[in-house]
């Protein structure tokens, strides 16, 4: 699809070269718009994430500007806390929208067409609002999880009076929005229930790049690597280790199923949890940790599990939807999620997994059992997880069919602002 080219600005805390997580999608969308000849700046935060520590090429010029993939990026400092729960998270995300707000500003003069706010930070709204009607371009606002939601689900947030506050202010914020989007039907119904108009409220789901995660890899070199025998069951649990997540039951169920031999548990990745997972698994020898793997054997190390493993807290299932499941789906592989049928977790694995209820780890490691004895089931669910991320997460039509809309709403603003 041919595109005019547009000026566009992305205001992401978390940006490339983060390997996972919101700076992985907001990277490849910059890339993407940059490839199809469209103008793009980024203002964002020194790369942190997924290890919680700035990246050591980031750690002085705490302000800079720097080229990436045709892609024009101000990087703004921010505070990172060792341990990111609760007011130091606050503190955290407050720190970037205030030191990001100059460059913002300075990018009223370029006079962008569209102004993308990625959330988290949803505390850098009102100056990417702000932003955008001083520029005549519109905004929109992406929402990868609703932080005001979760803080108050999981006690991060506790004052009912600051609770109503922020919820308010968050409402009152959104509406002010020309298009608000979010990675999940359920999350777009509570953008609708928050006030957001029916026709600016959309559905913006994450997406996988299906060439490079292929079923028919197998592997077989990580299983070389971590002294896995050929015909074990691997589990696999590859992403950030956060603690909304629920991550914690992996070392209970391995527990669990510690005398089953042909069953072995790998967790990879990296995050604030990690210490507290290594420890509960000390002495079992069912279970093996990978630090976060380059981008390049993503495939491989998908490919690696004969299931999938997606735990997740039962007080924020129905406000995220992790980015880790198209990637897991697009592996061929089967998914063992610990959630609701009702949430949009529940819904999507229904068709090509199975569904465990939360905090139950009993159910969870029996649920592993079956399938891991029924290799037919794990090829047929495979199978279907494959088709749905061909048909849904697939990277080129998810944001061709986004962008062609916002195409659409930008020719209209440019022709509004002539007259």
């Known amino acids: 699809m041919e595109y005019k080219k547009k000026k566009i600005l992305i205001y992401s805390a978390n940006f490339a070269p983060e390997p996972t997580g919101i700076g992985k999608y907001s990277g490849e969308m910059a890339a993407w718009l940059a490839g199809r000849g469209h103008e793009v700046r980024v203002v964002a935060a020194p790369p ?156 913006f789901p994450n997406w996988v790049d299906i060439s490079h995660v292929k079923p028919a890899l197998c592997g077989e070199t990580y299983r070389l690597e971590l002294d896995i025998p050929s015909e074990a069951v691997v589990v696999l649990f590859a992403g950030s280790l956060s603690g909304k997540q629920g991550l914690m039951v992996i070392p209970e169920i391995a527990a669990y199923l510690a005398g089953r031999k042909d069953i072995v548990f790998v967790v990879c990745g990296e995050g604030v949890i990690k210490p507290q997972l290594e420890t509960a698994a000390a002495g079992l020898a069912n279970v093996r940790f ?27 299932a129905d406000l995220v939807l992790p980015s880790k499941l198209s990637g897991m789906l697009a592996s061929g592989r089967p998914v063992i999620s610990t959630c609701r049928r009702d949430t949009e977790i529940g819904t999507v694995v229904a068709q090509c997994g199975v569904i465990v209820p939360p905090a139950d780890a009993k159910a969870l490691a029996d649920a592993i059992a079956a399938l891991a004895a029924d290799p037919k089931r794990r090829a047929d669910l495979g199978r279907a997880g494959r088709a749905f991320a061909e048909t849904h997460f697939e990277l080129d039509s998810v944001l061709e069919r986004r962008f062609a809309v916002i195409e659409e709403v930008v020719e209209e603003a440019v022709a509004d602002t002539a007259g």
Request: charged letters at 20%; a positive charge.
């Open 290 to 316: 990978l630090p976060l793997q380059p981008f390049d054997r993503l495939g491989e190390l998908l490919c690696l599990a004969d299931i999938h493993l997606l735990p997740q807290s039962a007080d924020a």
């Open 48 to 203: 942190y994430y997924p290890r919680w520590q700035v990246n050591a090429a980031y750690q002085w010029r705490p302000y800079r500007r720097e080229e990436w993939q045709g892609v024009q990026i101000w990087r703004a400092p921010l505070w990172v806390p060792k341990e990111p729960g609760g007011r130091a998270r606050i503190v955290h995300l407050m720190s970037f929208a205030m030191s990001s707000l100059p460059l913002m500003l300075a990018q009223i003069a370029w006079r962008p067409d569209l102004v993308v706010t990625v959330a988290p930070a949803f505390v850098c709204a009102p100056a990417a609002l702000l932003t955008a009607r001083l520029s005549g371009g519109r905004a929109w606002l992406h929402l990868q999880d609703f932080e005001i939601d979760l803080a108050c689900a999981m006690g991060l947030l506790k004052n009912r009076l600051l609770q109503r506050l922020a919820v308010k202010l968050e409402g009152w914020i959104m509406r002010r929005f020309d298009s608000v989007s979010s990675i999940s039907g359920k999350m777009v119904e509570l953008l609708l229930r928050k006030g957001v108009a029916v026709d600016r409220a959309e559905y």
